[in-house]
C-alpha cells in the first residue's frame, strides 16, 4: 500500500509540473506576442517618415526581432551558466517564494492589525449598493445613488487596503511541487497546482472553442470599411496607406480624427501579400482566431493573478459573461468574440488584462522583464488603436497612484513606462495634425457605464464586482490594483468630469471607451471565488466553493444575451466565413467586377460596405456615411456622395432630379449604378439620367453610363 500511495504522489506530482510548464510555456507566447508587435509598431513608426515598401519594413522587423531574441537567449544561457548546475528543485522553489513574499514588508516598526469590522461592513455596503444603483439607473434610480456610495466605498476600501501593506504579496504553492529526479517546475503566477490542473486545460479548451466558433459567427461591422480596407490597400500597394483609402485612392488627406498610428491593419496587409492570399480572408481566417484565443488566455493569466482562490471556477464565470453579454453593440462580449479583427477589440479583450497582469507582477517582483512588458505593451497599444491613449494612462494610474499611496513610489513611478509612448503618441499627433476632433454623438457617464458594462441584471453584476474588487481579490498588490481601477472608474463616473474631458480633448464621441479600464469578466469572475459559510453540520468538502459560481452563471445565463444570436446582431454561418453575409459579398464582387479598372461603383449601402473590403483600386461611393462626413474633401464632393447614395438606399429613399443624378454620377466617376429590382422609382431614375444596358445582379439591377 505505501508503494502504491507513493507511486500515485509521484505520479500527481509529475502532472502538476507538467501543468506547470505548459501554463508558463503558452504565458511565455503571449509575453513574445506583445513584444514582437511592440517591435513592429515602432518600425511601422519610424516607416512613416521613410515610406518603404512593406516587403523591406517586414523583412527588417523580422531581422531586427530574431538579433535580439538571440542576445537575450545568450545572456540568458550566461546567467545560468553562473548559477551553476546544482540547485536542487526544493532551493529553486523555496528562494523564488522567498524573493516574491519580500517584496511586500511593511515599513519598520509598523504593527499590523485586523481592519476593524466597521470599516469592512461600511465598504461592502457601500460597494454593493454604487453596483446595484449603476445597474438599475436606466430603470430610473438617480445617478448620484450610484457614484456618491462609490465613493465611499472606494475611500473605505484604500483605508483597508493601505492597512494591510505589511501583508505578504505571495506565498508558497505547495500543490505544485517537483517530483524527485526532475528539473524544477515553474510556478505561474499565483494559483496552486489544483487550479493549474483543471484550470489551465478549462482555458485551452475555452480559448480553442471562442478561436474556432470566431469563424463562424457573423456580425458586421460599419467600421471595417475603415480597418480591413487599410489591410487590403497594403496588399495591394505594397505600401502604407497615407492617405484615404476607403473613398479614394490616395487623392484625399486621411480621414479626420483616424491618424495613421495603429499599425495592426498595416500588419496584416503586408502578410498577406507576401503569401499571396486576400487581406481580407487573412484577416478573418488566420488573424482573427489566433487574437481570441490569446484574448482567452489573457482572461485566465489575470483571473490566476488575482484570485485569492477557485481560479478556475473564476475564469469559467468570466468566460460565461462574455458569451452572454451581447446586449449592447459596445459591451465587452462585443467587442471579444464578436470583433476581435480590429485592433481597438484587441486592446480591450487581449492588452488591458495582460497590462494589469504585467503591473501586478511587476509591483510583487520588481524585475527587469516585467518592467520591459509594461513599456512594450505600452507601445503594443499604440499600435493597436489611437484610442490607447486614453485607455492605457488610465490602467497605469489605476496601479501607480494607489502604489505611491502605500509608499512604494518608485515602483509606482517606474509603473508609469506603459503610459510613456501612447502620451508621446498622442502628443505627436496633435502636433502634426491640424484636425484630431472625433465627431459624433457624445455619451456622459451613465450612458457610458450603461452602454459598456450593460444593465439590469448584468449591469449590477458587473457594478457590484467593479466596487467590490478590493474585498474579492487576492490580499496584496492585486487587491491594491483593484482598489486603484475602482477608484479611477468612480472618479471618471462623477458628474461632469466626461463632459470636462471632451472640451480638452476633442474627443467626446470615443470617451465612452474610458470604460474598458474595466476587466469585468475578471471581476465578475473573483466573485465566484468568495467563501460560502459551512454549517456546522456539514462535513468539510468542496461542494459548497461551486455555489457562488453556479448562481453566477445561472444568473448571466438567464438575463444575457448571447452574442450569437439575432438579437446581438449576429448569425452563425455553416462555415468559416466573412464578417458580412455572403450573399453581400458575392454581389458586391460581381459589381466590382464589371466596374474594371478604377473609378467608384454605386449601390445601396449594405453592398457598397463590402467594396472596401474586395478592392483597393474601385471604390464605393458612400460604404460609411460617417467616415464621409470626416473626409477632408471638397463640400461638393461629399454632397455629391450623400445625394448618389440616398438616390439608391431604398424604392422609398427620396429621389434627386434627373440632372442633378447625372451630374452627381459623372462627378464622382460612377462607372455602375445599381438599385434594388423592386426599386422601380430608381431604375426610372437611371434610365432619364442616359444610363442604359441594365444587367440583372443578385437582387439589384445595375446601368452603365453612356458612351462617351
Avoid at 527587469?368 to 485607455?391: F, H, K, Q, Y
Avoid at 460617417?626 to 464632393?637: C, D, E, F, I, N
Wanted: proline letters at 8%; hydrophobic letters at 50%.
Amino acid at each position: 500500500m505505501v508503494q502504491v500511495s507513493d507511486r500515485s504522489e509521484h505520479r500527481g506530482n509529475r502532472d502538476s509540473a507538467g501543468t506547470a510548464r505548459a501554463t508558463c510555456l503558452l504565458d511565455r507566447g503571449g509575453d513574445a506576442a506583445v513584444l514582437l508587435f511592440a517591435a513592429w509598431t515602432l518600425a511601422y513608426h519610424l516607416a512613416l517618415l521613410f515610406d518603404p515598401p512593406t516587403t523591406a519594413l517586414l523583412a527588417g522587423w523580422l531581422a531586427a526581432s530574431a538579433g535580439a531574441a538571440a542576445v537575450l537567449l545568450a545572456r540568458r544561457r550566461r546567467r545560468r551558466g553562473w548559477r551553476g548546475a546544482g540547485s536542487t528543485a526544493g532551493s529553486t522553489t523555496g528562494s523564488r517564494a522567498g524573493s516574491t513574499a519580500a517584496l511586500w514588508r511593511d515599513r519598520p516598526g509598523r504593527v499590523l492589525t485586523a481592519p476593524p469590522r466597521v470599516l469592512a461592513a461600511v465598504a461592502v455596503a457601500a460597494g454593493a449598493v454604487a453596483g446595484t444603483c449603476a445597474g438599475l439607473h436606466p430603470s430610473g434610480v438617480p445617478w448620484w445613488c450610484a457614484w456618491a456610495p462609490g465613493v465611499v466605498g472606494v475611500a473605505a476600501s484604500a483605508a483597508w487596503v493601505l492597512r494591510r501593506r505589511g501583508v505578504p504579496a505571495t506565498r508558497p504553492h505547495p500543490d505544485v511541487e517537483t517530483a524527485a529526479g526532475t528539473s524544477p517546475a515553474p510556478v505561474p503566477d499565483h494559483v496552486g497546482g489544483r487550479d493549474l490542473r483543471w484550470g489551465t486545460p478549462l482555458a485551452l479548451a475555452t480559448g480553442a472553442g471562442f478561436a474556432v466558433a470566431s469563424l463562424y459567427i457573423v456580425n458586421t461591422d460599419a467600421d471595417d470599411a475603415y480597418f480591413v480596407s487599410r489591410s487590403v490597400a497594403t496588399a495591394a500597394t505594397g505600401r502604407i496607406p497615407m492617405k484615404d483609402v476607403v473613398f479614394t485612392s490616395g487623392s484625399t488627406g486621411p480621414i479626420a480624427g483616424e491618424p495613421p498610428v495603429s499599425s495592426i491593419e498595416v500588419l496584416v496587409g503586408a502578410v498577406a501579400r507576401l503569401l499571396g492570399v486576400p487581406a481580407a480572408s487573412f484577416l478573418w481566417y488566420a488573424v482573427l482566431p489566433g487574437v481570441t484565443f490569446l484574448a482567452v488566455w489573457s482572461l485566465w493569466r489575470l483571473v490566476r493573478a488575482w484570485a485569492p482562490r477557485n481560479a478556475a471556477l473564476c475564469f469559467a464565470v468570466g468566460a460565461v459573461y462574455l458569451l452572454w453579454s451581447g446586449q449592447e453593440r459596445a459591451s465587452l462580449g462585443a467587442f471579444h468574440l464578436l470583433r476581435m479583427w480590429q485592433g481597438k477589440a484587441v486592446l480591450v479583450s487581449a492588452l488591458v488584462p495582460l497590462l494589469y497582469v504585467y503591473l501586478t507582477r511587476w509591483a510583487e517582483r520588481r524585475r527587469p522583464r516585467d518592467l520591459v512588458l509594461l513599456a512594450a505593451a505600452g507601445i503594443a497599444a499604440v499600435g493597436l488603436t489611437s484610442s490607447a491613449v486614453l485607455v492605457v494612462p488610465l490602467v497605469t494610474a489605476a496601479a501607480a497612484l494607489p502604489l505611491a499611496a502605500a509608499g512604494r513610489v518608485r515602483t509606482g513611478l517606474a509603473a508609469c513606462s506603459a503610459a510613456a509612448y501612447p502620451l508621446a503618441a498622442g502628443l505627436a499627433v496633435a502636433l502634426l495634425h491640424e484636425d484630431t476632433s472625433v465627431h459624433g454623438a457624445f455619451h456622459d457617464a451613465p450612458e457610458s457605464f450603461q452602454w459598456v458594462l450593460l444593465h439590469g441584471t448584468l449591469g449590477i453584476l458587473a457594478g457590484c464586482a467593479l466596487w467590490l474588487s478590493p474585498w474579492t481579490a487576492r490580499p496584496g498588490v492585486p487587491a491594491l490594483v483593484a482598489t486603484g481601477a475602482a477608484a479611477v472608474l468612480t472618479l471618471l463616473v462623477l458628474p461632469g468630469v466626461l463632459e470636462a474631458a471632451a472640451d480638452v480633448t476633442d474627443a467626446g464621441q470615443v470617451l465612452w471607451r474610458t470604460m474598458w479600464i474595466v476587466p469585468a469578466p475578471a471581476m465578475i469572475g473573483l466573485l465566484a471565488a468568495v467563501r460560502v459559510p459551512r454549517p456546522a453540520s456539514l462535513p468539510p468538502g468542496r461542494a459548497l466553493a461551486v455555489l457562488p459560481a453556479a448562481a453566477l452563471v445561472a444568473a448571466v445565463v438567464v438575463a444575457g444575451t448571447p452574442v450569437w444570436t439575432a438579437a446581438s446582431g449576429s448569425f452563425v454561418a455553416s462555415r468559416p466565413s466573412w464578417k458580412v453575409p455572403a450573399e453581400n459579398v458575392g454581389t458586391a464582387r460581381a459589381v466590382v467586377r464589371e466596374a474594371g479598372s478604377g473609378g467608384a461603383v454605386l449601390m445601396p449601402t449594405r453592398y457598397m460596405r463590402v467594396v472596401p473590403l474586395l478592392s483597393a483600386d474601385v471604390h464605393a461611393v458612400n460604404p460609411n456615411p460617417h467616415y464621409l462626413s470626416l473626409l477632408p474633401a471638397p463640400p461638393r464632393l461629399i454632397e455629391d456622395r450623400r445625394l448618389l447614395s440616398r438616390a439608391v438606399r431604398s424604392p422609398y429613399s427620396r429621389k434627386p432630379s434627373p440632372a442633378e443624378f447625372r451630374d452627381a454620377l459623372r462627378r464622382a466617376d460612377v462607372r455602375v449604378a445599381c438599385v434594388f429590382v423592386r426599386d422601380r422609382r430608381g431604375t426610372a431614375l437611371l434610365a432619364d439620367a442616359g444610363w442604359t444596358g441594365t444587367r440583372r445582379v443578385g437582387r439589384l439591377v445595375c446601368a452603365f453610363p453612356p458612351a462617351g
